[in-house]
Structures are given as C-alpha cells and as structure tokens.
C-alpha cells in the first residue's frame, strides 16, 4: 500500500524507518521480550526497548518498539504534567505521533510490528481525547496522584448543588422548544467554565481535596450535558 515512489517519501520525511521491510526478527521470542519492558530490541536483540532513543523505534535496526508502559499521557503527549494544557500543541503532538504509529504505515511489515502499531496508535488516541477535555484530564490528573473518583459516588456533595443540579434535570425533562434547550445549555457551559477555572486553581495550589470537589461536580454537569444531546436527537 505505501510500497514504490510513496515509501521513499516517506523515509525520506523520517516518517518510515529505514531497513524495515521484509526484515524477520531474531528471535521468535518477540512478543515476550516486548511484553516483559526488557530494555533489548525485540527483533535486533540492541540495546533498544522502549524506554531508550525516541521511545517507538529501535535506534540500532529503527523497528517499532512496544509502548513503554511506564510512560503517561502527558508524557506521551509531549506536555506538561498539568491541568492547564495548550490544546493547540496538544493537537499537533498528536499529528505528528499518528504520522509515525498509525497501522497504516505498516501494512508491509513484520505482524509484531503491526501489532505494535495498533498499540501505539490506540494509546496515542486515549491520550488525546483523555487530555483534550479538561473533566477526563483532571480526572487522570487526581488519578497520577493516587486519587480516584468512583462512578456514582455524590463525593458529600452539598444539598444545594444538589438541588440546583435536581432544578436543571427538571427543566431539562419539561423543554419542548430550541429556545427553552438553547437557555439551559448555555446555563451548563457557564457553569462548566467556572468548574474549570476552580479546578485550575486548585491544582495550582496543590489542594487535591478541592480538585477532587470540582471535578465531581463537573461530572454532575457533564451528566446534564449528555441528557442534552440525547434530547436532541430525532426520535
């Protein structure tokens, strides 16, 4: 598929290792050897692995490595380990990681390869959209440290979020026009802008406790948000 004048483009552009195809492993212990985290190259039996050179390709033979399963998203995604994230660079990191691991680009090599790359590119996938919206960042923030929110829990929420989230679920529930939907959409990304911004802060200030607190209730709204577009769509 990417065979002839397009495969020396591509390894010219760096985008396509040299010296890969039809290339066959040294040992048929690949997939062990990409399991264990071993610091050798599973098909040059280098001193590769994932966690040495640019962390995907062997700097000996340039095969595709395993992920590196000690690596996180925003490592992965070249940004700070942060709540604040530039969505911009976000999204060119993530170009530029999909030009390198995506299974497209290796339909003529080895299958340890192609498995590697669907990997890769599923990894590649959840760390965006993971680090894209800031209630799943926060969320995996909390969580590298060592805090997790289990789903349906109210977290002590107060009762009078609780009723202001009860207000808007009922006014949700009794809209019948676009103007109605179009007022508490708006009322909910307003509230969700301010939930950021607390958020934010509370990172900021290492208070994990009050991150913790907004980011629950973030999730109350996000609730909201789905019902939304659920009710929007055509029966």
């Given at each position: 598929m990417w065979g002839g004048r397009t495969g020396a483009l591509l390894r010219v552009c760096g985008l396509w290792p040299a010296g890969a195809l039809g290339r066959r492993p040294r040992s048929c212990d690949a997939a062990s050897l990409a399991g264990s985290g071993s610091s050798q190259c599973w098909n040059c039996g280098g001193p590769g692995g994932p966690t040495r050179g640019d962390g995907f390709f062997c700097p000996q033979c340039r095969a595709l490595q395993p992920p590196d399963p000690t690596r996180d998203y925003f490592s992965l995604m070249d940004c700070n380990r942060a709540f604040r994230v530039?969505?911009?660079?976000?999204?060119?990191?993530?170009?530029?990681?999909?030009?390198?691991?995506?299974?497209?680009?290796?339909?003529?090599?080895?299958?340890?390869?192609?498995?590697?790359?669907?990997?890769?590119?599923?990894?590649?996938?959840?760390?965006?959209?993971?680090?894209?919206?800031?209630?799943?960042?926060?969320?995996?923030?909390?969580?590298?440290?060592?805090?997790?929110?289990?789903?349906?829990?109210?977290?002590?929420?107060?009762?009078?979020?609780?009723?202001?989230?009860?207000?808007?679920?009922?006014?949700?529930?009794e809209a019948q026009s676009e103007a109605a939907m179009k007022e508490i959409e708006s009322i909910v990304r307003a509230k969700q802008k301010e939930m950021t911004d607390y958020v934010s802060r509370a990172f900021e200030q290492d208070d994990l406790e009050k991150a913790k607190e907004m980011l629950t209730k973030m999730r109350y709204f996000s609730n909201v948000e789905e019902k939304i577009k659920l009710k929007k769509i055509p029966l």
């Open positions: 530039d969505t911009a660079k976000l999204q060119t990191r993530y170009q530029q990681l999909q030009r390198l691991v995506h299974p497209d680009f290796f339909s003529q090599r080895s299958q340890t390869e192609k498995d590697f790359s669907e990997k890769h590119s599923t990894l590649v996938n959840d760390a965006y959209k993971t680090l894209l919206a800031p209630l799943s960042r926060g969320l995996y923030l909390l969580k590298l440290h060592g805090v997790e929110i289990p789903e349906g829990t109210d977290y002590k929420m107060d009762r009078q979020f609780l009723m202001e989230i009860m207000e808007i679920n009922e006014k949700l529930a």
